[in-house]
């Protein structure tokens, strides 16, 4: 072992560190997209009915506001949601990146030791 074989497994070790830290929030990542995207789906059923009942009687002023505070709520949901959904497929391409720096490294480590490592397993999730 040398000095470059060494930095290769601390950098592998460190990866595989940072890579179980991640995937032990992809549940809660994935819950968190499945818990906003109901009320997002919720509201914005409630703005349709709010704009339909507006659309009947446009002079109505309680309807006009019921419309705006559904559509603002429908709004502010969906941006919710789509940032759960957002910080899920951002863990899940940290994900990919550190299993891909993990097997490049080690195949480098290879070169060095003649060893075989087991492939990095796979946990995302469809």
Request: charged content about 20%; cysteine-free; glycine content about 0%.
């Amino acid at each position: 072992m040398n000095t470059d074989s060494l930095t290769i497994v601390a950098k592998i070790s460190k990866y595989q560190l940072q890579l179980a830290k991640l995937q032990n929030t992809v549940p809660t990542r994935t819950n968190d997209k499945q818990n906003d995207s109901l009320p997002a789906q919720q509201s914005a059923t409630a703005n349709v009915t709010a704009a339909n009942s507006l659309s009947a009687n446009p002079q109505d002023k309680k309807a006009a506001r019921q419309a705006d505070n559904a559509a603002s709520t429908a709004k502010g949901d969906s941006r919710r949601a789509r940032k759960a959904a957002n910080k899920l497929d951002n863990l899940n391409k940290n994900i990919l990146d550190l299993q891909n720096k993990i097997a490049d490294q080690q195949s480098k480590l290879i070169q060095f030791t003649h060893l075989t490592y087991p492939p990095v397993a796979s946990s995302i999730p469809a």
